[in-house]
């Protein structure tokens, strides 16, 4: 009695285990072939061009990892949402979303001159310094 219903739940463990590992090792599968595969990247890419406010230097770079990373800074994560001095002067003229019309022409635009350049103050940490979003641009006075 005992015995059966031991060899019972390990029957059940196993083939949890087996469905559980092989879940893992079809879904590992298809990431590797997914990240392996440009074409699965190439509309990121591609998008990430188009929506990058400012030329991309392409000097020296691999084209995909740039395409993706403007993906990423401008599509996904909004970088600039924080790294620039807030909405005020975050919007080109007549591309600022937080304005109405005849202000908001309705399309947001970025402004390129302070793309990315920091400043935004985010308050006190208690009362000490301020939060402030750093400066990422190239030019920034750190280098
Ligand atoms: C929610 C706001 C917010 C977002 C979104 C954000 N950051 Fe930041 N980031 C900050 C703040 C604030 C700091 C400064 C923190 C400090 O001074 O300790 C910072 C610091 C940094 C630093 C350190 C710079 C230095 O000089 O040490 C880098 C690099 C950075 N961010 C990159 C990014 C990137 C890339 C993205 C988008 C993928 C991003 N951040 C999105 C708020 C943000």
């Given at each position: 009695m005992k015995a059966s219903k031991f060899l019972?739940?390990?029957?059940?463990?196993?083939?949890?285990?087996?469905?559980?590992?092989?879940?893992?090792?079809?879904?590992?599968?298809?990431?590797?072939?997914?990240?392996?595969?440009?074409?699965?990247?190439?509309?990121?890419?591609?998008?990430?061009?188009?929506?990058?406010?400012?030329?991309?230097?392409?000097?020296?770079?691999?084209?995909?990892?740039?395409?993706?990373?403007?993906?990423?800074?401008?599509?996904?994560?909004?970088?600039?949402?924080?790294?620039?001095?807030?909405?005020?002067?975050?919007?080109?003229?007549?591309?600022?979303?937080?304005?109405?019309?005849?202000?908001?022409?309705?399309?947001?635009?970025?402004?390129?001159?302070?793309?990315?350049?920091?400043?935004?103050?985010?308050?006190?940490?208690?009362?000490?310094?301020?939060?402030?979003?750093?400066?990422?641009?190239?030019?920034?006075?750190?280098?």
């Amino acid at each position: 009695m005992k015995a059966s219903k031991f060899l019972k739940a390990a029957g059940v463990t196993t083939a949890f285990v087996a469905i559980v590992a092989a879940g893992m090792v079809t879904s590992s599968r298809h990431v590797k072939a997914h990240d392996d595969d440009d074409e699965g990247n190439e509309s990121r890419i591609q998008r990430g061009f188009e929506i990058a406010p400012v030329p991309l230097d392409l000097v020296g770079k691999n084209r995909h990892l740039v395409g993706l990373g403007s993906y990423i800074v401008n599509a996904v994560a909004d970088c600039n949402g924080c790294h620039s001095a807030g909405p005020p002067t975050e919007f080109a003229m007549g591309g600022n979303p937080y304005l109405r019309s005849p202000f908001f022409t309705g399309k947001e635009v970025i402004n390129p001159a302070t793309y990315l350049g920091g400043g935004r103050d985010f308050g006190p940490i208690g009362s000490a310094a301020h939060v402030i979003s750093r400066n990422l641009t190239p030019t920034r006075p750190e280098g």
